[in-house]
């Protein structure tokens, strides 16, 4: 399910130019104010927390982006484990400048440090079954480019990035269309006369769905939503590897092993992107 296609220099161009104009529109006027136009410093990033540092890629492209002139000299890499005192990058060049970008900086980082260190938590969790590690759309609006690469950083993957690279039919599209069967169909038809090629992946909710489905086929993914670990280990034995699975559904870090124990191929968890604590990350003057 991982694909980074998302990850081109345009989206992130784009992503970077909507958050500074939300931050600065006609001017960071308490740097204009106060800081002479001349002024030229330097500053560091301190880590202040332990956890995996995540976004100093993304941190070098908003410097760029405000001021190619600002020159960082970066100490790590996206993915490596930090503890507090660690310095993550050390920026240079105009103080407006720098002043200017240190929020969106920080609050990107902290945030991706934050979603990317409790992925590489959970997927420690269950490093020695099968079971891969999915995020969900459960993402912060107009900053979900920035969330679902944390979580890919962490070691996480990912799962669609929005409604259109993916057919997922959940419960409500299986009961506003009349069931399992009508869904896939219906489905199957829309792909075909549309000449489009997208996985299809059909949410369960009990064991005679399950089997409701591999009766039916035609799809790529059975989603296991809010099954208990028995019901769980029968719907991956019925499925036996015909069809690709996928748990979901109040899957906690105090849950996650025994649902992987179940033999599923992947785990979702919305709280990857919508419940995770910041990394307390500062940029500070030297």
């Known amino acids: 399910m991982q694909s980074l296609e998302y990850l081109t220099p345009e989206s992130i161009n784009h992503f970077i130019e909507e958050a500074l104009r939300e931050d600065i529109r006609d001017g960071d006027h308490s740097s204009l104010a106060s800081v002479p136009v001349d002024a030229v410093s330097k500053a560091h990033l301190l880590i202040k927390g332990n956890g995996i540092i995540a976004g100093l890629e993304m ?47 920080l609050n990107c980082m902290q945030r991706m440090s934050g979603i990317a260190s409790y992925t590489r938590y959970l997927k420690d969790l269950v490093k020695d079954t099968n079971a891969q590690l999915l995020d969900t759309r459960k993402t912060t609006p107009n900053f979900r480019i920035a969330e679902k690469w944390a979580v890919a950083i962490g070691g996480g993957k990912n799962h669609r990035y929005g409604l259109f690279d993916m057919i997922m039919l959940k419960d409500n599209h299986i009961d506003f269309s009349g069931g399992i ?90 709280a990857l992107t919508h419940s995770v604590r910041s990394l307390d990350i500062s940029l500070k003057a030297i």
């Open 59 to 105: 941190a070098r492209m908003i410097f760029g982006h405000y001021d190619k002139d600002l020159n960082l000299e970066v100490n790590l890499s996206d993915g490596e484990p930090v503890k507090k005192g660690d310095i993550g990058f050390v920026v240079e060049g105009s103080a407006r400048s720098i002043l200017s970008c240190e929020r969106l900086v």
């Open 181 to 270: 069967g009508k869904a896939i169909h219906s489905t199957q038809n829309y792909l075909k006369e549309n000449n489009k090629k997208l996985q299809i992946e059909i949410e369960t909710r009990n064991l005679q769905e399950v089997k409701e489905v591999i009766e039916v086929g035609g799809v790529d993914v059975i989603m296991l939503d809010n099954m208990d670990p028995d019901e769980m280990k029968e719907a991956v034995k019925m499925i036996n590897g015909k069809y690709l699975t996928e748990a979901s559904g109040g899957i906690t870090e105090e849950t996650i092993r025994e649902v992987a124990l179940c033999g599923v191929d992947y785990i979702s968890i919305g």
